[in-house]
Nanobody, 126 residues
Framework: QLQASGGGLVQPGGSLRLSCAAS????????IGWFRQAPGTEREWVSF????????YYADSVKGRFAISRDHAKNTVYLQMNSLKPEDTAIYYC?????????????????????WGQGTQVTVSS
């Protein structure tokens, strides 16, 4: 139901825009998170956007370089990634959840999401 795309090979300092498209669900009803997983590491939270798009959050490692946004008409969420570094290399996943959560920081916890996309590879290398 979620499909992440837009990954690829880019040189350090370059940019990519990832897309998270949905079928069968309307993303307006869901908070959307982006996560990433490098080989041999845990899947880590990268960014989050609320249902309205009014609240956005970023991991410290990407703050100031990445930007998350929604296109309600296209039922798609984007992650614009600028000033990419080799340490950004990972498989990037989008995830969605529309339920109520007890913690105000729930969006950082991958176990709180009901829907996951298949992932898109981002490689930053010269």
């Amino acid at each position: 139901q979620l499909q992440a795309s837009g990954g690829g090979l880019v040189q350090p300092g370059g940019s990519l825009r990832l897309s998270c498209a949905a079928s069968g669900i309307t993303l307006d009803h869901y908070g959307i998170g982006w996560f990433r997983q490098a080989p041999g590491t845990e899947r880590e939270w990268v960014s989050f956007i609320s249902t309205s798009g009014g609240r956005t959050y970023y991991a410290d490692s990407v703050k100031g370089r990445f930007a998350i946004s929604r296109d309600h008409a296209k039922n798609t969420v984007y992650l614009q990634m600028n000033s990419l570094k080799p340490e950004d290399t990972a498989i990037y996943y989008c995830a969605a959840d529309g339920s109520l959560h007890a913690s105000s920081n729930w969006y950082k916890d991958k176990t709180e999401y009901a829907y996951w996309g298949q992932g898109t590879q981002v490689t930053v290398s010269s």
